[in-house]
């Protein structure tokens, strides 16, 4: 199998000169690495990104590893990119492709860990036969929902 994942979808902003994390799956490498969304990728593997002429470098097989230098917003700007942008640098592991239990819980935007961002706030949990929820984020879009509570088992996806 030569699928692979990074764990997030992109797109390449010329404004920008960067590649723009637009959603980060709920289980994957990029939500390992601390990735989210907005965050702005300006290197892949040392090569400049400001052309978007790295994305080839992002179609890897399952355990290598990217390494990318990424800028994030500003802590004290919400999302305005200033001249004191915060940068950091990540070294993602390309993953195999998600089994299905992982494809449910992206399908859905849920995470199995501690809540991140760019899910729909909450943690879940498999308990054969079952996956449930295990805890839901205040203020988060499930707990805005009123639909969604912690023990509620997910049978089916429609």
Same mark, same amino acid.
């Given at each position: 199998n030569d699928q692979m994942t990074t764990g997030f979808e992109y797109k390449y902003s010329s404004e920008l000169k960067a590649l723009v994390v637009e959603k980060v799956d709920a289980i994957g490498p990029a939500r390992d690495a601390g990735i989210v969304c907005g965050d702005q990728i300006i290197?892949?593997?040392e090569l400049d990104a400001s052309s978007g002429d790295v994305l080839h470098l992002l179609e890897k097989r399952p355990g290598d590893v990217l390494t990318l230098i990424i800028r994030t917003r500003s802590e004290d700007h919400g999302s305005m990119y200033t001249a004191h942008q915060h940068v950091r640098t990540v070294a993602l592991k390309i993953a195999p492709e998600?089994?299905?239990?992982?494809?449910?819980?992206?399908?859905?935007?849920?995470?199995?860990?501690?809540?991140?961002?760019c899910g729909i706030g909450v943690g879940i949990a498999t308990i054969p036969p079952h996956t449930v929820v295990t805890e839901?984020?205040?203020?988060?879009?499930? =707990?805005? =929902?009123?639909?969604?509570?912690?023990?509620?088992?997910?049978v089916a996806i429609d």
């Open positions: 290197a892949v593997n998600p089994t299905v239990v992982d494809r449910v819980a992206n399908f859905l935007g849920i995470n199995t860990g501690p809540p991140k961002p839901i984020v205040p203020n988060g879009p499930a =707990s805005k =929902s009123h639909r969604i509570f912690p023990g509620d088992r997910i």
